[in-house]
């Protein structure tokens, strides 16, 4: 058996070190073998080392340009780097026979849907469900993202009730379904079907290996010790933190764990519990353990009512007074935290806000602070040219943060943590959301059911932050 067909069983089978080897081998028998190259880059995939694997395919078509699989390789690496025209610039080079393929229309109508050309990535997307000779659930899925950026809810269910219908087990779909369910507030189907979630799946799937997910969300009569742990971003972290004051974890011995950047904040805000940022901690000495996000599906959370409107974080009065006479600002006006970028994913990127759109919005003698906790170069001489105060190097962890944050008037900032941890403050707090933002923050409301200080300014168009200076000046928010 040669040592390719030794790799794509390897793979086959997710050894990923197996299948390096043997495709390495293979590469050293022969350093022009192209299908090596695609294996290798196909492992690389697997690690979400995209960079590689990209440079990997692209080696394989340098070797053989009618390799299809090392084509539509190289275009879903370049896709998951946001390289959108990079990937569309590819798949347009494909060869007729090529274009009639149902993975060449799924990732076309992926990137198209990136670069905001909704129409034509639902053209895509149907001629594949045309030709697929599977049950096109995936088109039917991605159908639905489109018609929910572009605010047609009701299609949008359609078409995810549909992809239900034909896999009624399918988890992608029904978490498709449930983050469209929450965004137009119905939370009573939302929240259950929120538990099919990618990362409540895996934890159940590798129940005998993972130190920390090993229990799955259950319910025992009296769980005298209880174990609720972080599973997604901070933002998701400190939304749901709220919960920890529910009535169900009173009188109970609860422990919570959280990132290491949240540690000491969740500390101090919580402090009849026991907190952590462990990551080897045995849910098996546990009664009860659960995700912080499991928690509104089972204690059947379903109504605005039963949010905790009033701040549920604190900072330490002490380290307030600290952060407080560190900055030695004289103020002439009001005191502003601007934030303008969350994550580096580039699928994230519509929600980041250009640095010109603060010359619009903040008033004149405003003292601006910067809550970015990691700037560039070009961000740095911008701030320099307004004569804002970088906090960077002082914001070890959110503890720290919140301790700033407490000394201003008004937080400003795109969809990120910051706003999360404003709003769990009870700071006001203005967020400028893209067009088509997070479920989170629902649709057509200029408030949030999770924050009451928080105040919400949408894109009227995609793409389009001028509107939201505009809002912001009208309504006089600043």
Not at 64 to 79: D, F, K, T, W
Not at 212 to 233: C, D, N, R
Not at 318 to 330: G, N, P, T
Request: hydrophobic content about 40%.
């Amino acid at each position: 058996m040669t040592f390719n067909l030794l790799g794509e069983r390897a793979l086959e089978d997710g050894n990923l070190e197996d299948a390096e080897l043997n495709f390495a081998q293979a590469l050293r028998q022969n350093p022009l073998d192209s299908i090596a190259l695609d294996g290798l880059g196909r492992v690389c995939l697997r690690r979400h080392a995209f960079a590689l694997a990209a440079e990997l395919f692209q080696k394989a078509l340098d070797l053989n340009p009618r390799q299809v699989v090392s084509q539509l390789n190289l275009a879903r690496s370049l896709n998951e780097l946001g390289q959108y025209e990079r990937t569309l610039d590819v798949l347009e080079r494909s060869a007729d026979d090529v274009r009639s393929l149902p993975e060449w229309l799924l990732l076309r109508g992926n990137a198209l849907r990136a670069c905001g050309r909704y129409q034509e990535s639902l053209e895509c997307y149907s001629l594949g469900l045309t030709l697929t000779k599977t049950d096109g659930v995936e088109f039917l899925v991605n159908k639905a993202n489109v018609l929910t950026e572009q605010k047609n809810f009701e299609l949008a269910g359609k078409a995810l009730v549909e992809a239900s219908t034909r896999e009624p087990d399918n988890h992608h779909v029904l978490f498709n379904l449930s983050l469209l369910r929450l965004r137009v507030g119905d939370w009573g189907e939302g929240w259950p079907l929120h538990e099919h979630r990618p990362q409540v799946i895996a934890d159940i799937a590798r129940a005998s290996q993972s130190s920390l997910a090993t229990k799955v969300p259950h319910s025992i009569k009296q769980p005298k010790k209880i174990l609720l742990f972080f599973e997604q971003g901070l933002g998701d972290t400190i939304q749901f933190l709220r919960f920890v004051n529910h009535e169900y974890f009173c009188d109970r011995s609860v422990t919570i764990c959280v990132p290491t950047s949240l540690r000491r904040l969740a500390e101090f805000s919580f402090p009849s519990c026991r907190v952590t940022d462990q990551k080897d901690i045995n849910p098996e000495n546990f009664d009860q353990s659960l995700s912080l996000l499991s928690i509104p599906a089972f204690i059947r959370f379903d109504s605005e009512r039963d949010v905790y409107s009033t701040p549920y974080l604190r900072a330490d009065p002490l380290r307030v007074a600290e952060a407080r006479k560190s900055l030695q600002v004289e103020r002439k006006g009001l005191a502003i935290g601007i934030q303008w970028r969350g994550s580096d994913n580039p699928k994230l990127k519509n929600r980041s806000i250009p640095l010109g759109i603060f010359d619009k919005i903040l008033p004149e003698g405003a003292v601006v602070f910067s809550l970015r906790k990691e700037v560039t170069r070009e961000e740095k001489l911008w701030l320099q040219s307004r004569e804002v105060i970088d906090l960077s190097d002082s914001m070890s962890d959110f503890f720290e943060t919140a301790a700033f944050i407490e000394n201003l008037d008004v937080v400003v900032t795109c969809d990120t943590s910051i706003a999360h941890l404003a709003g769990a403050l009870g700071k006001r707090v203005v967020v400028l959301l893209p067009y088509a933002g997070g479920w989170v923050w629902m649709e057509s409301r200029q408030d949030s059911p999770w924050y009451s200080s928080m105040s919400l300014v949408r894109q009227q168009s995609p793409g389009h932050w001028e509107s939201c200076a505009d809002t912001i000046r009208r309504q006089r928010l600043l």
